[in-house]
């Protein structure tokens, strides 16, 4: 049996250590993630935390779920929005929709249609569905925006490409509208 010069085995050892973390908290993630389908909010809560504060978006995303609906946690909006806003910097497109509709709503943060429209923006730009039908509402009714009827056919049907049902009877609602005119 042949063994591997000790010189060979540092950067092989480095390499291991440098993705253990990785993999340890991508099966936090997964725990967490299983426990929140068996609707054991605690254990899903102590699974995420942990890898949250080391920055995992999807965590993140989980715990402001959890805060957002009061699952494992008491209720808390402020902290759900918080947890939402970390996951959406880093690019999370549901934390970006659910920060975006905080925005909109003032549900947990200052109301501010110009941040609603920025992260609404950015998650539809990721193809999610929701995003891109709020947006087109948004253009609609120009609200945080300028209005503008054209771009927000474009974000319905976008929307309405990607299965949101919403943005189809919003597209049938909005060119019926403007037929009759």
Do not use: C
């Amino acid at each position: 049996m042949a063994f591997l010069p000790v010189a060979r085995l540092i950067p092989i050892a480095a390499l291991a250590m440098a993705f253990a973390p990785g993999l340890a908290m991508a099966q936090s993630f997964e725990l967490g993630l299983s426990a929140y389908n068996r609707a054991d909010f605690e254990r899903a809560f102590d699974e995420w935390d942990a890898i949250a504060q080391f920055g995992n978006p999807r965590a993140q995303f989980g715990l402001g779920l959890l805060y957002s609906l009061g699952q494992g946690v008491e209720e808390d909006d402020v902290r759900a929005m918080d947890w939402f806003a970390r996951a959406a910097r880093h690019g999370h497109p549901g934390a970006q929709l659910f920060l975006a509709h905080g925005y909109e709503t003032g549900k947990g943060v200052a109301l501010d249609t110009e941040q609603a429209f920025h992260w609404y923006l950015q998650a539809a730009e990721q193809g999610l569905g929701k995003a891109q039908n709020n947006l087109g509402r948004l253009f609609e009714n120009g609200v945080g925006v300028t209005p503008d009827i054209d771009v927000a056919i474009y974000w319905y049907e976008e929307a309405a490409r990607n299965g949101n049902a919403n943005a189809r009877a919003n597209l049938a609602r909005l060119m019926n509208s403007l037929i009759e005119k």
